[in-house]
């Protein structure tokens, strides 16, 4: 079966190829509204955007039936948009505008003007790819901001934009949205053609604020999945709680149905996140895959979401996941250098066998903000007495401070399921 389907994905990557190669110019995409609903059309024909962001894992791009990714921005651009063309994958391809937060200072002409032409070199660079789906300019330059002068450099980049590329439309991408920068946008930056929103636990707020806040284009959700750090339940020691893979599952699943292909009139697709692996407060928390490949029950729920069709064999789930009977939410202190009972109930639907692996690490001390860069946090080593399975006993470190218990279970067919508990050393 395996074998099967990789020869299925390898002649769709040869069609594709056939046909998408012969095409060496660019391929006119363009914003339309007809009795009051918006949609993209990509070389005159209706373009829905199925969306993941992040450029790994192209071919089980194709698999699951994603017809497009998103950067951030245009770093290793021209290998990108040629691997994706040859799967007949476009690019909303991402143009990094600086963010106050992190040094950015709009009051600086020449920095502002910098950023300008060095954006139109990017532009004229690119613009011609048959690739090229859109153009993201900025992500979330609004976070932890105060100077609104970062608008008239989003109106100025966006109608160099129109100047240089009359083919592709203008994206800018907000962090979760507020009727007061949807103001600025209109009046500021009027060549913006697409609201960008990346939104993770408020998701289904955005369909009634497109409305109520004003903004009268179409929208793309270019960030969603699980709720975000930021927005769960936090330990006494201030450890945010994660779900298990399962229930990020089931949430990526409702979320796309309820929130985003339910509103036909003004959303015009979505990038899911992260189609890849990151540090962000855990391992696991955006993550679709492992860092190796493994794919969780998310990736499942989105070839579901984009062909109606389940993979033939699915991810393992887990039911339950104990320290000392205890879960994230009931504040887990354990006592150092002693021996506490750690279980996980799962199940397989194919019944196939399952490994269990069990790893701990310390809480990291710091943690990014906005998908900043984190450092992956210190493993610790020996922690389980006996052998590895469905129930474990683990020694508590004998140090104080907060720490993380995982699991990951796999069904030998690259698929993995996972789970992951904060506790603290008294």
Same mark, same amino acid.
């Given at each position: 079966?395996?074998?099967?389907?990789?020869?299925?994905?390898?002649?769709?990557?040869?069609?594709?190829?056939?046909?998408?190669?012969?095409?060496?110019?660019?391929?006119?995409?363009?914003?339309?509204?007809?009795?009051?609903?918006?949609?993209?059309?990509?070389?005159?024909?209706?373009?829905?955007?199925?969306?993941?962001?992040?450029?790994?894992?192209?071919?089980?791009?194709?698999?699951?039936?994603?017809?497009?990714?998103?950067?951030?921005?245009?770093?290793?651009?021209?290998?990108?948009?040629?691997?994706?063309?040859?799967?007949?994958?476009?690019?909303?391809?991402?143009?990094?505008?600086?963010?106050?937060?992190?040094?950015?200072?709009?009051?600086?002409?020449?920095?502002?003007?910098?950023?300008?032409?060095?954006?139109?070199?990017?532009?004229?660079?690119?613009?011609?790819?048959?690739?090229?789906?859109?153009?993201?300019?900025?992500?979330?330059?609004?976070?932890?901001?105060?100077?609104?002068?970062?608008?008239?450099?989003?109106?100025?980049?966006?109608?160099?934009?129109?100047?240089?590329?009359?083919?592709?439309?203008?994206?800018?991408?907000?962090?979760?949205?507020?009727?007061?920068?949807?103001?600025?946008?209109?009046?500021?930056?009027?060549?913006?053609?697409?609201?960008?929103?990346?939104?993770?636990?408020?998701?289904?707020?955005?369909?009634?604020?497109?409305?109520?806040?004003?903004?009268?284009?179409?929208? &793309?959700?270019? /960030?969603?999945?699980? !709720? =975000? @750090?930021?927005?769960? $339940?936090?330990? %006494?020691?201030?450890?945010?709680?994660?779900?298990?893979?399962?229930?990020?599952?089931?949430?990526?699943?409702?979320?796309?149905?309820?929130?985003?292909?339910?509103?036909?009139?003004?959303?015009?697709?979505?990038?899911?996140?992260?189609?890849?692996?990151?540090?962000?407060?855990?391992?696991?928390?955006?993550?679709?895959?492992?860092?190796?490949?493994?794919?969780?029950?998310?990736?499942?729920?989105?070839?579901?979401?984009?062909?109606?069709?389940?993979?033939?064999?699915?991810?393992?789930?887990?039911?339950?996941?104990?320290?000392?009977?205890?879960?994230?939410?009931?504040?887990?202190?354990?006592?150092?250098?002693?021996?506490?009972?750690?279980?996980?109930?799962?199940?397989?639907?194919?019944?196939?066998?399952?490994?269990?692996?069990?790893? &701990?690490?310390? /809480?990291?001390?710091? !943690? =990014? @903000?906005?998908?900043? $860069?984190?450092? %992956?946090?210190?493993?610790?080593?020996?922690?389980?007495?006996?052998?590895?399975?469905?129930?474990?006993?683990?020694?508590?470190?004998?140090?104080?401070?907060?720490?993380?218990?995982?699991?990951?279970?796999?069904?030998?067919?690259?698929?993995?399921?996972?789970?992951?508990?904060?506790?603290?050393?008294?």
């Amino acid at each position: 079966m395996k074998n099967t389907l990789k020869f299925i994905i390898a002649l769709v990557l040869f069609s594709f190829s056939v046909q998408l190669l012969a095409q060496s110019g660019p391929v006119k995409v363009e914003v339309v509204e007809k009795d009051g609903q918006f949609s993209l059309l990509r070389g005159g024909k209706p373009y829905y955007v199925k969306g993941v962001g992040g450029n790994t894992f192209m071919d089980k791009m194709v698999e699951v039936g994603a017809n497009s990714l998103r950067t951030w921005g245009p770093e290793g651009a021209q290998e990108i948009l040629d691997k994706a063309h040859k799967r007949g994958i476009t690019v909303t391809l991402g143009l990094w505008v600086g963010q106050e937060r992190q040094g950015f200072d709009y009051n600086d002409e020449w920095a502002v003007k910098g950023q300008l032409e060095y954006f139109r070199e990017v532009v004229t660079k690119y613009k011609d790819h048959p690739a090229l789906l859109m153009w993201g300019v900025g992500n979330e330059m609004d976070l932890f901001y105060s100077n609104l002068k970062v608008w008239d450099a989003l109106g100025d980049i966006a109608t160099m934009i129109k100047e240089v590329d009359p083919n592709h439309p203008i994206m800018t991408v907000t962090a979760g949205i507020d009727v007061a920068e949807i103001q600025l946008i209109k009046e500021r930056a009027p060549d913006v053609d697409i609201l960008g929103i990346n939104v993770y636990g408020d998701i289904p707020r955005v369909p009634k604020f497109i409305d109520l806040f004003g903004w009268d284009g179409p929208y &793309m959700v270019t /960030e969603w999945g699980p !709720t =975000g @750090t930021w927005e769960v $339940f936090k330990t %006494d020691w201030h450890a945010a709680v994660d779900e298990t893979s399962t229930d990020k599952a089931q949430t990526y699943l409702t979320r796309f149905e309820n929130y985003i292909a339910a509103d036909k009139d003004n959303c015009v697709g979505s990038y899911v996140f992260l189609w890849g692996s990151k540090q962000e407060t855990t391992s696991t928390w955006f993550s679709m895959f492992t860092p190796d490949g493994k794919e969780t029950g998310a990736v499942q729920v989105m070839q579901y979401c984009f062909t109606g069709q389940w993979p033939a064999n699915r991810c393992p789930e887990i039911q339950s996941f104990t320290v000392d009977g205890k879960v994230g939410y009931d504040n887990i202190y354990l006592k150092g250098g002693q021996n506490y009972k750690a279980e996980v109930k799962a199940s397989d639907l194919d019944n196939d066998q399952l490994t269990y692996v069990w790893q &701990m690490y310390k /809480e990291p001390e710091e !943690t =990014g @903000t906005g998908g900043d $860069f984190e450092a %992956d946090p210190v493993e610790i080593e020996g922690f389980i007495e006996g052998d590895a399975g469905p129930s474990v006993t683990i020694k508590a470190p004998k140090a104080k401070g907060g720490y993380r218990l995982f699991i990951f279970i796999y069904d030998g067919h690259d698929h993995v399921a996972t789970a992951n508990h904060p506790f603290y050393i008294k």
